[in-house]
Every structure is written in structure tokens, then in C-alpha cells.
């Protein structure tokens, strides 16, 4: 049985934690190192059973402690070649990955890791590259998709594939065009490799989830340009035009910014 953890969902960093009760990996690693030592202790982790780290992209909230993890326990680190090159340039990652603990992947190729069978897929967004991610166990899928500008027909066949899934659900649109960011900001977040609408993100999941999708989990949300219940409500509200009711079709929750998650267990 799979067992998933949110250490962490928005840009205040992003960390989550999927385990098979004998190997365990990290998607990302944006949350402070200390912190995030203190989450994995509260949930009776030790950072000895972490094998694996894969990096979605090299944007500062998702890899600020990925070398000083990666260098601190002697873990290896999954990614394109174009992220691993970004966490090297990234001022914010003080401590880089050291270079015999950084594997490349390539997109769409499925390999090995550890006990997972793990497929990296492209996810527009303007980091210097960035992908979602099949992982499979035991004949169960998860996938996860964030910092999404927009769904690509690519990621569509990996929803239709999913029977858990993380799907990023950044803004609420009235609230980013009503907002105080500035105008090149909200172009940007709400442009094609910026971020995921709550109803587009509702769209998504409507049009491509089969009756094999047990579970969704909302991540990524802005600060600023959402709120969870308004995130929640929205997507229900999209899925519910189309006939599908969350909670009932399928489990559905919203990860919180900067509260560890419970453990959710994937069977």
C-alpha cells in the first residue's frame, strides 16, 4: 500500500512524500530543511528511508533544500537535464547537488526508481523546463501536475490514467484580476506557462478522469489569489455541471500551504 504526505503546497515551498512502506521518495524539495526534518520526525520518517528526490522544476520553491538533503544523507536526485542545470544556476539553492547524486531523466521514457516505475511528462511552465509525474506501484497510479500554465493534451492522457492525482489549482480569476499584483504579473500567471485556474482546473479533471480515479488533491494555491474552500467550491461546481460529484465519484481534499497533510493511504 502506497502511503502520500503534503510537507508543503504553494511558494512557500512544495514537498510531498510517497512511500511504499519499504522505500520511500520525495517529490520535490522546497520546504526548509529544518522544517522539513521536523515534519518527517512528527510523522515518525526518518530521512534514512528517503532514497529518492524527484524535482518537478528549478524554481526556489520547490528545491530551495534539495542539495542539502541530497548532500546531507547521500540521495540521489531525479530530473531533466535542464532542471538539474537551473538548480545550479539558482542563487536560492546554497548548498547544490552534488554531481555523482544528480540522474537525468528524459521525458516520456519510464524507468526504475527504487521500488516505483516513474514517467516524466512535459508541464508548460517558464522554468527552465518542468514535468509532471507518473509513478506507479503495484498497478497503482499517481500522478502529480504542478505549476501548470496549461493542460496539454499530453497531460490529459495522464489524467485519464490517474487513479490519484495532485493537480495544481493556482488562482481564482475574478481574484488575480482584481488583485494588487502588478499587470505584467497577472499576465504572466494567468498567460500559458504561468499557472492552473481553479476552473480550469475543474475543466481538466471533468473532461479526462475515468472511473478509475480514486482520489484528487488540489495543490499550489496562491496566497494571494485564492482560498481553499473558494478553490473547492469551484472545481465541485465545474465537475458538478458535467454530471460528477466530488467526494462521491472520487475523494477530493485541498493540500494546505504550510500544513503538513494527513497520511493518506493509496490503495
Known amino acids: ?12 515551498g512544495n514537498c510531498y512524500y510517497l512511500s511504499t512502506g519499504t522505500d520511500g521518495l520525495l517529490l520535490d524539495a522546497g520546504v526548509p530543511i529544518r522544517r ?23 524554481h526556489a520553491d520547490h528545491i530551495k533544500s534539495v542539495g542539502a538533503i541530497s548532500s546531507e ?12 542545470l537551473g538548480i545550479g544556476r539558482n542563487y536560492s539553492v546554497h548548498k547544490k547537488v552534488p554531481a555523482h547524486l544528480a ?16 514517467t516524466p511528462f512535459s508541464v508548460p511552465h517558464d522554468s527552465s523546463d518542468n514535468v509532471g509525474y507518473r509513478i506507479e506501484h503495484e498497478g497503482v497510479v499517481f500522478c502529480l501536475m ?13 489524467i485519464n490514467e490517474a487513479n490519484y492525482l495532485v493537480l495544481e489549482a493556482n488562482y481564482d480569476e475574478e481574484m488575480l484580476r482584481n488583485g494588487n499584483y502588478p499587470q505584467y504579473l497577472k499576465e504572466r500567471i494567468h498567460g500559458p506557462n504561468g499557472h492552473l485556474s481553479n476552473r480550469d482546473c475543474g475543466e481538466a479533471l471533468a473532461n479526462n478522469a475515468t472511473e478509475a ?12 489569489n485564492n482560498h481553499p474552500v473558494l478553490a473547492q467550491k469551484t472545481v465541485e461546481q465545474v465537475l458538478r455541471s458535467y454530471g460528477i460529484i466530488a467526494g462521491k465519484d472520487f ?13 493518506f493511504e493509496l490503495k
Not at 540522474?103 to 516513474?118: A, D, Y
Not at 480515479?213 to 494571494?224: A, F, I, P
Open 1 to 12: 500500500m502506497l502511503k502520500f504526505i503534503s510537507f508543503g503546497s504553494g511558494s512557500s
Open 36 to 58: 522539513l526534518k521536523k515534519y518527517l520526525h512528527d510523522c515518525n520518517i526518518t530521512l534514512d528511508s528517503i532514497n529518492n528526490i524527484l524535482v518537478t522544476h528549478d
Open 73 to 84: 544523507r547521500n540521495i540521489l536526485v531525479h530530473a531533466t537535464k535542464e532542471v538539474l
Open 103 to 118: 540522474h537525468v531523466l528524459s521525458k516520456n521514457e519510464q524507468v526504475r526508481i527504487g521500488e516505483f516505475l516513474v
Open 146 to 158: 504542478t505549476d501548470v500554465g496549461h493542460v496539454t493534451e499530453e497531460m490529459q492522457g495522464f
Open 213 to 224: 480515479l480514486r482520489h484528487v488533491w488540489l495543490c499550489h494555491l496562491s496566497e494571494e
Open 251 to 263: 475523494a477530493f481534499d485541498v493540500l494546505k500551504r504550510k500544513v503538513v497533510s494527513p497520511v
